[in-house]
């Protein structure tokens, strides 16, 4: 299979083309240094035991966009329903376990991951499928 073509690096300003990546690896180093380690940001020790917790009494995906189409996809994440980073709590009622495919959507589509706008659609236990 031949290689991706190269494009521009996605940080503002830079012309350094990559491969697979959004970003160079400058830029993707100097993100990775903001953003924090996981510790920094808030998940310890006790998130760990909190998240494999919640997944054993939740171990199904809430299928929030309706991709499933009714088939039981096992829930890899748990997701904060109002992210920590805008005041959520890391309380049950605050919790959503996620396949992968709907983490990753959700976070694209809902919490400005991946380089995108943030949205107020989708949260509080919402379905999302309208986007």
Known sequence: MPDRPQ??????????LVRGASKC???RRK??????????????YKWMQKRKDYLAKH??????????AGQKVRATHVDHVLP?????K?????YDGKCDHC???KTAKC?????NAKSSEGRGGQNVSNF
């Open 25 to 27: 690896e400058v830029h």
């Open 84 to 88: 920590k980073s805008e005041g959520g």
């Open 103 to 105: 983490h990753n959507k």
């Open 111 to 115: 919490d400005g991951g991946f380089g």
């Open 59 to 68: 171990p199904w995906c809430s299928d929030p966009f309706g991709d499933h």
């Open 7 to 16: 494009h521009p690096c996605a940080h503002q300003g830079c012309n350094t």
């Open 31 to 44: 993100a990775d240094q903001e953003r924090g380690t996981s510790t920094e940001r808030g998940y310890d």
């Open 90 to 94: 890391d309380e049950e009622s605050n």
